[in-house]
T-cell receptor, first 115, second 115 residues
Framework: KAGVTQTPRYLIKTRGQQVTLSCSPISGHRSVSWYQQTPGQGLQFLFEYFSETQRNKGNFPGRFSGRQFSNSRSEMNVSTLELGDSALYLC??????????????FGPGTRLTVL | AQSVAQPEDQVNVAEGNPLTVKCTYSVSGNPYLFWYVQYPNRGLQFLLKYITGDNLVKGSYGFEAEFNKSQTSFHLKKPSALVSDSALYFCAVRDARSSASKIIFGSGTRLSIRP
């Protein structure tokens, strides 16, 4: 069974631009979560989607948004990019959402660099 | 609020020796606990999890972890370290009491195994 895939793997943008990252979960998984990983802040939760609905949200500004499609694929968007948005963005999928014993399986991440 | 702490930024072990990576947690209800490993330029890989039952959990690549409720700890262990175990290790916790709880990750511990 194919794992979680994320596209693109690498991205370079300039300040003020916007970016869209894509995540395809493991087949059959209905929950997708997004995380931001930086050397200084570690792994921070962005949001979680289940059946096209946002179930949980982290403490990020409104410039960070996401959505999930009917096939469980998910996208996250960052508008008006700032230098501090440079990070590895990780997507994780699981069978069900929130409060469950399900294991999250991670994709390889998208490395975003903002110049 | 739930939290997880990994008190050591780095752990250095000689190949063949036992290793321990420490993790302590805080949740309101019962915890679901997870360990993940991250190799350079890769996403997180699931190692093992504790949900309930036996306090000693066995996982991938010869790793195991011991759940200690009184000390609120979930230390990762391996009897004999390999150079290939060198990586970044994350402990994570989810509060089993809340159906909307998020997974919270520790700051990570870099494990370095010297030949």
């Amino acid at each position: 069974k194919a794992g979680v895939t994320q596209t693109p793997r690498y991205l370079i943008k300039t300040r003020g631009q916007q970016v869209t990252l894509s995540c395809s979960p493991i087949s059959g998984h209905r929950s997708v979560s997004w995380y931001q990983q930086t050397p200084g802040q570690g792994l921070q939760f962005l949001f979680e989607y289940f059946s096209e609905t946002q179930r949980n949200k982290g403490n990020f500004p409104g410039r960070f948004s996401g959505r999930q499609f009917s096939n469980s694929r998910s996208e996250m968007n960052v508008s008006t990019l700032e230098l501090g948005d440079s990070a590895l963005y990780l997507c994780a999928s699981s069978l069900v959402a929130g409060g469950s014993t399900d294991t999250q399986y991670f994709g390889p991440g998208t490395r975003l660099t903002v110049l | 609020a739930q939290s997880v702490a990994q008190p050591e930024d780095q752990v250095n072990v000689a190949e063949g020796n036992p290793l321990t990576v420490k993790c302590t947690y805080s949740v309101s209800g019962n915890p679901y606990l997870f360990w993940y490993v991250q190799y350079p330029n890769r996403g997180l890989q699931f190692l093992l999890k504790y949900i309930t039952g036996d306090n000693l959990v066995k996982g991938s690549y010869g790793f195991e972890a011991e759940f200690n409720k009184s000390q609120t700890s979930f230390h990762l262990k391996k009897p004999s370290a390999l150079v290939s175990d060198s990586a970044l290790y994350f402990c994570a916790v989810r509060d089993a009491r809340s159906s909307a709880s998020k997974i919270i990750f520790g700051s990570g511990t870099r494990l370095s195994i010297r030949p």
